[in-house]
């Protein structure tokens, strides 16, 4: 990208770029306007709200793939033991965005003792 802002700085057009460099002319176009646009090339900062997976919910992660019987509440009462609160629909969410997909309630049968 460095050498499409040089040539383009120093007066070269869009199709002597792309041509010299060997890249597709949509890529230059791209460049530039985003040069003139926001004065810079480098990635900018997606908008919206930030991800709340950080190291606590990776923990989530690692012991719901150790235990796959734990119900959703189950891993929301061990996040709360870390001090990371979560809905139960985000620990969802969070898992299957991780392939974790069979997170359901579990029965317990009960047995009855013969008398």
Known sequence: MDLIVERY?????????????????N???????ELRKYGTTETLLRTGRPSKMDE???KL????SKRPKETL???QEILAGTGCVLHVTTISCIL?????W??????QR????PG
């Open 102 to 107: 069979s997170r359901v309630f579990f029965l």
């Open 9 to 25: 700085q120093s007066g070269e057009g869009y199709k002597r770029i792309f041509k010299a460099l060997n890249i597709p002319w």
């Open 96 to 100: 299957h965005m991780n392939g974790l």
């Open 110 to 113: 009960k047995t009855s003792k």
């Open 27 to 33: 890529t230059v176009k791209t460049v530039i306007i």
């Open 61 to 64: 992660v690692r012991e719901a």
């Open 56 to 58: 606590k919910t990776r």
């Open 73 to 75: 509440k189950e891993l």
